[in-house]
C-alpha cells in the first residue's frame, strides 16, 4: 500500500494535469472533475447515470510493457477521477475547433444535418471517434481513401444507446457511416456536401476528408514517458487505495477491518452508481482494478476463470477469443453467445468500466436485476470469494444464497466452464446423434440494449436424436430479471424434461411447470407478462426440435452468431471486401425540391452553429464559467398532492455539508410576489405557501456551494406534512368532476362546434355509443434539463441566463418575484439544449428561484436540476380521459361525432387553456358530419401539466384515428378506405376550419394521400403482408396510413438588423433557437433579403450573418417560441428590417454606382457608415388577422412486425409526405419532421411517464423511461418534404415543420393495432372461440407488456393444446 503515490497524473487533450489526490473527493466524477477544473465544457451532465451517453469521452491506457495503448469510451458522469491515474482522457473539443479546424467527424456531423439542439452531439462525436480509433487496429486491407476500416454496421452500433430526442437518429447514422469502408454512398442522406445524382467519386470527393494517419494521438508520448519511469502507477491517498497485489489488498482491507470501517467501498467502474446513487459518499475507496488475481483471465481445460474486476467488454473479446481456440464446435458456441448476449447489457461505454464482479456483487448484494448472473447460472459457473480474508470457492447458487455480502468481501474470480468436453460423445456434423444446444434470451424495450429486460433466461441442453425424436439427456435453465431476489434454475421443469423424448404434450407439461416456476414477487410490475415470457422462451428453444422430429440442424443452433462467418458472408465488391452483414437501419430516401425563388432561402444549408455543437465550443446554460462566489440552488419539492407544509427540516440538526440557505415564500422581498410563473394565460406561485397542492411541487430552495451539495441536501430534505382536516386530494379526472374542479376556458379559445349532432346520428346506419379512451402523458427529455444562471448586477439589477423558451415572460415573473421595475432585469437566452415545450412556462420558476436568490443573498445562484428532480416536476403532456359517441353509415361515411372529454391540467393553469382548442382543431381532420363535444380541463392535485410538441393536437388527432379504426372494425372494412371515405372535400374542409382553410389550391391532402400510396407502394404491400401473415404463426405484421391537418398561427415578433462597418451584419429575433434551425432560416432570410440591393460581393452574405443571443432588454416582446411558427414570424420580421436598411441604402448606391463602374457590398457599407447612415433597423411584425392562420398537411404509412411471443414491436418502414410550402431550408425541415415523428414514437410506444398513488412521478430516470434508441426507429425511413409551391399568403411561401410531423406518429400505433388483429384472429382460431370480436383496447403506449397481453398471454399454451387435440396425442 505505501508504494503508491498521492497524486493524481493524467492528460486531458493532450494537456498534463497534475492533482492531489487529498484534494478531491474520492467520490469526483470524472465529469465534475473536466467542468469545473478544465476549461472544457463538451462533457455534458444530462442524465448523470450512464443512460444516455452526453457525456461520452475516451479513455485511452498506456501498457508500458508490451508499449500498447488501448482507447475505449467511458461515461465521464461514471468514471471516478481517481481512477484515470496515468490515463489519457479525449473530449471533442480535443479531436478539432473553430480556430485550429475540425475534426471530419464534427464537419461531417454538422453536413449530414446531425446535430439539432447539439446537447447530445459532443457525446456522440466521441463514440464515433473510439470506433475509427479502434478500427484502425483491425486486420486486413487497407480501406479505400478518405474512408475507415469501420464496417457500416460497426458505425451505426458506435452510437447504440446514446440518446438524441431532436433528430431522429436518421442523419446520425448517416455522418457514422459516411467513414464506413464498406458504405454505399447511394444510401447517405440529405446532406450539404453534394447534391443528388452526382457520382460515387464526386460525392467521396465532397466530403470532408478523413486519414486515419492523421488522427490525434489518443495518448500523450509525454505521459508515455512519464509511465514508463513511474516506479509505480497506483495512487495511495489518504481515502483511495489501489493496491498492486492481493496481498496489499488483504492488508487494506485488514485495516479496515480493525477500524470497522463501514465507510470503505470496493469499487472497480463504479457504474453501479448509476442505479443506485447512493447519496451517502464513502471516505475511503479501494480499487480493484490493479490486482493482478482479479484484473486477469485464464483459461486451463476446465474453462475460463474471469478476474472479477475484468471489464464487460474484455469478458465479451476473451469469450469471442475463446471461439477460435481448440473447443469443440459446442464449447465455442456457449462462449461466442455468452459474449453476444453481454453485447447487449447497458451501453459500449458502460460496458467498457463495468467489470463482471461488480454485476454478480450488485445481484447478489442488492437484488439487480442482472444479465450475467442468469447466463453465468445456466452454464454452471463458480466463483472465488475471499470473505474476512478466506479464500471460498462456490457455486453461483451458492453464492447468490448467501446473505448480503458486506463491503469486506470480495469477489475474486468467475469460473465459467467449458462444455466442450462433455462426456457425451458427439458425433460428426452430418450425422448428429448427441448435441449440446445453447441459447440465451432477453426481453427489454431497446433490442440492442441500454434496457433492462423484463425477463431473460438462458437454456442449456443435451440432447440426442432417436428413431423416437430427441431425447433431452440433460437440461439446466436459468430465469432472471423478473421480479425475484435473484435469477433462478427452473429445477422442477430440468428434472421433469430430464429424459424425456420431446413431444407437443411433452412441452404441455413443461410450460405448466414454468409457470409455477417463474414467479415474480408480489408487487412487480407486468408480473403476468413476465412470466409468459418464460413460457416464451422455453418454446423457442424447445418447439423447433419437437416440430422437426430427430433433426435439428447447425444454421438453427448457430443462429445469431458468427461462427458460420465465412459461408454467410458474401463479397459484393471487389476493391473492398464488402460484407452483408445486418444493419441496424436499411436505407432510406429523403427527398426534397429546393425552391430557387428566394435564394438562398430554400437551400438546404448547414444549419447554424452545428460545427461548434460538434466540437463542444458552443456555449449552454450550464457552460457559462460560474462567478466567483457562485452558490447553487437545488428545489425541495413535495412528494404529497394535497397537506399543508408543518416543517421543512434535516434529519440531523445540523445543515448538510456546503448548504448556506434554504429559500421560501418567506423570502419574497418587499414589494415582491410569490409568483414563479407569470403569462398572459395565468399565473403560480413559486414556492407552495399554506397549502401544496400537487406533488412535484416547489417548496423551498436549497442553497449550496456546489450542485452536488444543494442536490445532495435537498433529497435529504424532510418535509413535515399535515393533512388533517383537509378533504381527499383530487387525483383523477373523475374525482374532479364530482367536485366540479374545473378551470375555465376564456370564450375565444374555445374550439367551435360543427352541425347538429342528433341531426347526424338521425342520418347514420350504425353507431357506437359512449366508448371510453384513455391517453396518457408524456415526459419531454430535452438533453439539457432546466437551468439558470442568475447574476446580480449594479443598482438592485439582475442579469439571469435562462435555458428558456419565453425569456420575455421569464423576465416579468423576474420583476414581478422581486417587486424591482422591469428594467432592473435581463435575460438572457442564446441557446436551449432542446425544449419541445417543456423550456416554455416551466424555465420561469428555475429563473425566478435563481433571481430571488441571487436578489437575497447578494450572490450569484445557479441551479441545473438534475434529471429525477426534474422528470418529478416537469409535468409534462396533458392525460386525459375521452368517451365518444359517432353515427355512420353503412359504407363507413360517418356522420356523426360527439366527445366528452376530460382533460387532466394538474393544479395550475399554465396554458392548459389552449388544449381544448388544440386537440379539436387536429380533430377535425376528418369530416366527421357534425361534431360537438363537451370539453372539461379538470384542476387536479396532479403536478401542472404543460405545453408538449403537438400540445392537445397529437391526443386529437389520435383520438380521431381511434374512432375511425372503431368505425371500420364494427363494419368489417378496411381501415384505410374508412379513412379515405371521410377525408374532407375542401367545401367540408372550409365548413371545419373556416378562415383557416386557405384556398382550394392549399389543400393538399388529398393529393399526398395519392402520392404516398404510390411512393409507399400501399397496395402491393397490403398484399404481402397478407401473405405474410398467413405464413408466420409468432409474427404479424401491420400496415396503416394516416393523414394529418394541423392549424397554425403565427404571432407577432420583433426584431433588429444591424450591419457592422466591414459588412458583416447581426441579427437579434425574438425567436429562440432550440435546435429547430431558427437561426439558420433568419440567417437565409437576412441574407435574401439584403442581397436585393444589388451589388456585388452579396453571394456568400448568408457566412457573413450572425444571430446572437436573445437579450429580453435589447429586443423586447419577444414573446414565447412556440406553435411551430416562431421561425417564420421571426423570419419575416428580420425580411422587413432588411427591407428598411435596403431602402435607406438605395440611394446610396445609386449615387455610388453613377461615380464607379463597381460597387461591392464592403463598400457600399464603409461609405454607409462614414457618411452617417443608420445602419441599424428593428420593427415589430404583426401578422394579418386572417391569413396568420392557416393548415398544415402531411401523411405516414407506417409497417411494423409484431412478435407474438414476447410483444416486441418492429417498425419496419415508415414512409411520409409532408408539405412545408416552399421550405426555407429543406435539411432543417427534413429534420424538424424525422425528429417529431421520432419523439411521438416515443408516446406511442414505449414512454411510460407513471406515477405512484399519490400522483408522484415514479418514471423518473432512464432506467424506467425510455425514450427512442437508434434501434427503434423506423429500419427504413422515407421522407419527402413536398415543395407545394408559391403561397402567396405565407412568408416567404413557407409552412410550419415543427410539430405536426409528430401527429403522424400515430400510425406506428395504428400499424401495431392492425398487426394484433391479426394475431387475435389467429389466436382465436387456435382457441376455437366462435365469435371473433375484432375491436380492441391498444394502450398507449403501445408496449411489449401491452402487445403481448393482446396477443394473448397464454398464446403458446393454447397453441399447444390445439396442436395435442388435433394430432389426438397427450
Ligand atoms: C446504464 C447502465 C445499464 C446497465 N444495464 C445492465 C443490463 O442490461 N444488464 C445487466 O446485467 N447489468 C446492467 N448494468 C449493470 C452493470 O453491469 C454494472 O453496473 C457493472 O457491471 C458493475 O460493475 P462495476 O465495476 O462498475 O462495479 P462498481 O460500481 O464498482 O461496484 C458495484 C458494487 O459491487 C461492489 N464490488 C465491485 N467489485 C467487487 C468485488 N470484486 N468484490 C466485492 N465487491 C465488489 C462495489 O463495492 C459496489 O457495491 C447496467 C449499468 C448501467 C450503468
Ligand atoms: S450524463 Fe452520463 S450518461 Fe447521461
Ligand atoms: S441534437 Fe440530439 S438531443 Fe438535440
Known sequence: MESGKDVLVFAVNGKRYEVSSDSLHPSTTLLDFLRSHTPLKSVKLSCGEGGCGACVVLQSTYDPVNKQVESYTVNACLTLVHSVNYCAITTTEGLGNSRDGFHPIHERFAGFHASQCGFCTPGMCVSLFSALVNAEDKKGPDPPTGFSKLTVDEAEKSIAGHFCRCTGYRPIADACKSFASDVDMEDLGINSFWKKGESDEAKISKLPFYNPKDDICAYPEFLKVEVDAAMCLNVNGKSWHSPLTLKELESSIEIDMAADGTQTRLVVGDTGMGYYKELDHYENYIDLKKVPELSSIRRDHTGIVIGAAVTISHAILALDEETKGVQSFEGKLIYKKIASHLKKIATESVRNSASIGGNLVMAQRFSFPSDIVTILLCVGSKVNLMTDLRHENLTLE????????????????????????????????????????????????????????????????????????VVIKEIQMAFGAFGTKHAKRASAVENYLAGKVLSVGVLYEAVKLIRDDVVPEKGTSDALYRSSLAVSYLFQFLYPMVETGTIFSNSWLTENTELDSKNNNKKVDNKYPRIQKPTILSSGKQVIQSSKEYYPVGEPITKSGACIQASGEAVYVDDIPAPTNCLYGAFIYSTKPLARVKNIRFSSNLLPNGVSSIITCNDIPRGGQNIGVKSMLGTETLFAEDLIESTGQRVALVVADTQKHADRAASLAIIDYDTENLEAPILTVEEAVEKS??????????????????????????????????????????????????????????????????????????????????????????????????????????????????????????????????????????????????????????????????????????????????????????????????????????????????????????????????????????????????????????????????????????????????????????????????????????????????????????????????????????????????????????????????????????????????????????????SSTTSESSCEVVRICCNILVERLVPLKERLQVQRTSLDWESLILQAHSGGLSLSASSYFVPDSISRQYLNYGAAVCEVEIDMLTGETTILQADIIYDCGQSMNPAVDMGQIEGAFVQGIGFFMSEEYLTNSDGLVVSDSTWTYKIPTIDTIPKQFNVEVLNSGHHEKRILSSKASGEPPLLLSASVHCATRAAIKEARKQYHAWSSLVTFDSMFDLDVPATMPVVKQLCGLDSVEIYLRRLLSTSGKN
Not at 434 to 459: D, E, I, M, V
Not at 954 to 975: K, N, P, R
Request: charged letters at 20%; aromatic letters at 8%.
Open 398 to 469: 451458492e453464492f447468490l444464497s448467501r446473505p448480503s455480502l458486506d463491503q469486506r468481501s470480495v469477489l475474486l474470480s468467475i469460473q465459467v466452464p467449458c462444455w466442450g468436453s462433455l462426456t457425451y460423445n458427439f458425433s460428426s456434423e452430418n450425422k448428429p446423434e448427441t448435441r449440446l444446444l445453447f441459447k440465451t434470451y432477453r426481453a427489454s424495450s431497446r433490442p440492442l440494449g441500454n434496457a433492462l429486460p423484463y425477463l431473460n433466461a438462458a437454456f442449456i441442453a443435451v440432447v440426442s436424436s432417436t428413431d423416437d425424436g
Open 741 to 1122: 374542479s374545473f378551470f375555465e376556458v376564456i370564450p375565444f379559445l374555445r374550439p367551435t362546434q360543427v352541425g347538429n349532432f342528433s341531426k347526424g346520428m338521425a342520418e347514420a346506419d350504425h353507431s357506437i355509443l359512449s366508448t371510453e379512451i384513455r391517453l396518457p402523458s408524456q415526459y419531454y427529455f430535452y438533453m439539457e434539463s432546466q437551468t439558470a444562471l442568475a447574476i446580480p448586477d449594479e443598482d438592485n439589477c439582475l442579469v439571469v441566463h435562462s435555458s428558456s423558451q419565453c425569456p420575455e415572460f421569464a423576465h416579468k415573473t423576474i420583476a414581478v418575484c422581486l417587486g424591482i421595475p422591469e428594467n432592473n432585469v435581463r435575460v438572457i437566452t442564446r441557446r436551449v439544449g432542446g425544449g419541445f415545450g417543456g423550456k416554455a412556462f416551466k424555465s420561469m420558476p428555475v429563473a425566478a428561484a435563481c433571481a430571488l436568490a441571487a436578489h437575497k443573498l447578494c450572490r450569484p445562484v445557479r441551479m441545473y436540476l438534475n434529471r429525477k428532480a426534474d422528470m418529478i416536476m416537469a409535468g409534462g403532456r396533458h392525460p386525459m380521459k375521452i368517451t365518444y359517441s359517432v353515427g355512420f353509415k353503412s359504407n363507413g361515411k360517418i356522420t356523426a361525432l360527439h366527445l366528452d372529454i376530460l382533460i387532466n391540467a394538474g393544479f395550475s393553469p399554465d396554458v392548459s387553456v389552449i388544449i381544448p382548442g388544440n386537440l379539436i382543431g387536429a380533430l377535425k381532420k376528418y369530416d366527421w358530419g357534425s361534431l360537438s363535444f363537451d370539453i372539461k380541463l379538470c384542476k387536479t392535485n396532479h403536478s401542472s401539466k404543460s405545453a408538449m410538441r403537438g400540445p392537445g393536437e397529437v391526443q386529437g388527432s389520435y383520438i380521431a384515428e381511434a374512432v375511425i379504426e372503431h368505425v371500420a372494425s364494427t363494419l368489417s372494412m378496411e381501415v384505410d378506405s374508412v379513412r379515405y371515405r371521410n377525408l374532407h372535400t375542401y367545401d367540408s374542409l372550409k365548413l371545419f376550419y373556416e378562415l383557416s382553410a386557405g384556398e382550394l389550391v392549399e389543400y393538399t391532402l388529398p393529393s399526398i394521400w395519392d402520392r404516398l400510396a404510390v411512393s409507399s407502394c400501399f397496395e402491393q404491400r397490403t398484399e404481402m403482408i397478407k401473405l405474410f401473415n398467413k405464413n408466420n404463426i409468432w409474427r404479424k405484421r401491420g400496415l396503416s396510413r394516416v393523414p394529418v391537418v394541423m392549424k397554425v398561427m403565427q404571432r407577432p415578433s420583433p426584431g433588429k438588423v444591424s450591419i457592422l462597418s466591414d459588412g458583416s451584419v447581426v441579427v437579434e429575433v425574438g425567436g429562440i433557437e432550440l435546435g429547430q434551425g431558427l437561426w439558420t432560416k433568419v440567417k437565409q432570410v437576412t441574407a435574401y433579403a439584403l442581397s436585393s440591393i444589388q451589388c456585388d460581393g452579396t453571394a456568400d452574405l448568408v457566412e457573413r450573418v450572425r444571430v446572437v443571443q436573445s437579450d429580453t432588454l435589447s429586443l423586447i416582446q419577444g414573446g414565447i417560441t412556440s
